[in-house]
């Protein structure tokens, strides 16, 4: 579509000049006009040939270009004003559990996630971002330099995106902790040492990096499951004192730094339930809360609300009203689950934000943040949640999400894509027995791929119906692959691959445990045969991964990946050498496969699907 810009400054050109290609729009003066203006809600026009695009904050005007694309493209004249239940609607994309983003693809992410209408982003850094004078932080995680962020904050302003720093001061910095040149400040596992005057020097050093980098003057301070707070290196040299104190003092003395940087903090709220619940975060009722507690947090922080997993709203609003006795200022965190595997659980993403959303709506939240973690190796790729972020956008600003033709109009417009078929890249994660949206955080994609042929720890997992279902996920995977637009092919490819693999391989290791209980030995060639059929898959799905891998992130992460394959191909190549060795007579036994199948979560667990842990927990019962 041509179109002709009218008094547009240089930055409003350059930004559209950068969605262009995903619009199909062509500058030219014999274009559609277009103006701008400034309006109290954001909304566009076409009327009498010309359109025009109405905005209260910057950021609002490639929404609206986007719907003015798609409503032109019908041909009749429209109006249309939308008012956001939110005031900022922010994507959060984990950059620290194992995968970190490249500045490309963060730029690329950028250019969606305006079209869809969020007003700012976070990138959670752990340890993934440089500090001078710091050589171990971020050591081989492939770090963002103070340069990389400084040109993704450039690139993200221009649009009116706030890019907010978020970072850790407390817990989940595991991977710096582990080098022997922060032993002085770690107090148990990932924990940061409070009261320790060197901890506050480094985390000073923090906020010192990132205000010299990016331009937000808001932090997310982290702060969540620090669970053994005050109980390891802080016991030893301190002796027991009352959790809640510390936490207290620590939350302080990092507020306090942040402040002499400029900062508004804000932080996730788990902690101060935790201590005051002895370890609960999610309550039953309404929490009772010291009301020193609430005069210590001050009114000087945001308090953030997570949660991924309520299906029930009246939760939500018991939640809401326990934080409002600790804080007034309050935001609200969504997932679009992308941490339960390597497929996401798009089914769950898409169930849970509609109550979420009117929760927040009725409690007068209007900061939500929408978290795409990557827990355990982050196996799945940032693309594949993108209509999660889509539907929280269209409830921001059309309160709805029943009508999925619109949720397929603004999905295609923004991503080129089929709404609905990004959906189905979580069908694995459905099983038979626990279809749609599917219990909470169960996903048995993880399991079934690592778990060992001959002491498969979730047999007792492994379901007859399964087979037949992941086949019908991976057929599905190849339609969806052949309609893409071709930048989106290599996510329904790698899924293909994936479910092609689990259909062969989820249910063989109790057909070689039935074969081996009856001594049948064609039974077990033929086992041995499927198992050598495997092999050529998985280094099928090795190069489907490092290719999607490589489209999004930094190079640092793909070697853990591809250890966790190299293992499963090399387990596979023992186990089918271990069934010629027995049916050739050369063991008289086969140990592992006399071993029960136990239920993984304990004796009283019947369910086929559950929850996949981290891959250490699947692969073995040892331990090294």
Not at 25 to 49: H, K, N, T, V, Y
Not at 250 to 259: L, M
Not at 574 to 598: C, I, M
Request: glycine share 8%.
């Amino acid at each position: 579509m041509k179109i002709h810009p009218i008094d547009w400054n240089a930055r409003d050109l350059r930004c559209l000049d950068e969605l262009a290609p995903l619009l199909g729009l062509e500058r030219a003066e014999d274009g559609m006009p277009l103006r701008l203006c400034r309006a109290a809600s954001p909304g566009c026009a076409l009327q009498a040939g010309e359109g025009v695009l109405r905005y209260a904050h910057r950021v609002q005007i490639w929404r609206q270009l986007g719907i003015l694309c798609a409503e032109a493209a019908c041909g009749a004249g429209f109006d249309r004003t939308e008012t956001p239940a939110y005031r900022e609607l922010c994507a959060m994309l984990d950059c620290s559990r194992n995968g970190v983003l490249t500045p490309e693809a963060v730029k690329d992410l950028t250019r969606l996630l305006v079209l869809m209408g969020y007003t700012s982003l976070q990138l959670y850094t752990e340890d993934t971002y440089r500090i001078d004078g710091q050589p171990y932080f971020g050591y081989q995680r492939g770090a963002y330099t103070r340069e990389e962020l400084a040109d993704m904050d450039a690139y993200a302003a221009d649009f009116g995106v706030e890019l907010v720093p978020c970072i850790q001061t407390l817990a989940h910095l595991d991977c710096v902790l582990r080098w022997k040149e922060y032993e002085d400040v770690r107090d148990l596992g990932n924990i940061l040492l409070a009261d320790e005057p060197r901890t506050y020097d480094l985390i000073r050093r923090m906020f010192a990096q990132m205000a010299g980098s990016l331009r937000s003057r808001r932090i997310n301070i982290g702060m969540d499951e620090a669970h053994m707070l005050g109980l390891g290196q802080y016991l030893d040299r301190f002796g027991y004192r009352d959790r809640m104190q510390i936490m207290l003092r620590h939350y302080r003395r990092v507020v306090d730094i942040a402040h002499e940087f400029g900062y508004e903090p804000m932080m996730w709220s788990d902690m101060f339930f935790r201590l005051a619940t002895h370890g609960e975060y999610y309550t039953d009722g309404e929490l009772d809360i010291d009301p020193a507690v609430r005069d210590l947090v001050g009114g000087d922080v945001t308090l953030v609300y997570w949660d991924y997993y309520t299906l029930e709203e009246e939760k939500y609003d018991r939640m809401f009203a326990s934080h409002q006795k600790i804080c007034d200022r309050l935001a609200f965190a969504g997932g679009a689950w992308k941490w339960e595997g390597p497929c996401p659980n798009a089914w769950y993403s898409r169930a849970v934000a509609p109550v979420a959303h009117r929760s927040c709506r009725k409690n007068g939240v209007r900061q939500v943040l929408v978290t795409a973690w990557g827990d355990n190796g982050d196996e799945c790729p940032v693309y594949a949640v993108l209509p999660a972020f889509q539907q929280w956008a269209e409830l921001c600003y059309t309160d709805d999400n029943e009508d999925e033709s619109w949720l397929e109009r603004r999905f295609r417009t923004c991503t080129g894509g089929s709404y609905r078929d990004f959906l189905h890249l979580g069908d694995a994660a459905v099983m038979p027995d626990n279809p749609a949206p599917g219990r909470c955080g169960v996903n048995p994609v993880r399991a079934l791929l690592y778990q060992d042929l001959l002491g498969g720890l979730f047999d007792a997992h492994a379901d007859a119906a399964q087979p037949a279902y992941l086949q019908a996920c991976a057929r599905r995977m190849a339609e969806c692959r052949d309609r893409a637009p071709r930048r989106w092919q290599y996510l329904f490819e790698t899924q293909r691959v994936l479910d092609t693999l689990l259909a062969d391989k989820c249910t063989l290791g109790l057909e070689i445990r039935d074969a081996y209980a009856r001594r049948d030995i064609r039974a077990l060639l033929q086992c041995r045969e499927k198992i050598q059929a495997l092999l050529p898959q998985v280094e099928d799905l090795l190069a489907a991964v490092e290719e999607q891998w490589l489209r999004e992130n930094k190079i640092f992460g793909l070697d853990v990946l591809q250890l966790q394959l190299g293992g499963l191909k090399e387990r596979l190549t023992f186990a089918a050498r271990r069934l010629q060795s027995f049916t050739r007579g050369k063991v008289t036994r086969l140990e592992e496969l006399e071993e029960p199948p136990l239920p993984f979560y304990g004796s009283q667990c019947r369910e086929k699907a559950v929850v996949s842990p981290p891959w250490r927990s699947i692969v073995t019962a040892g331990s090294h």
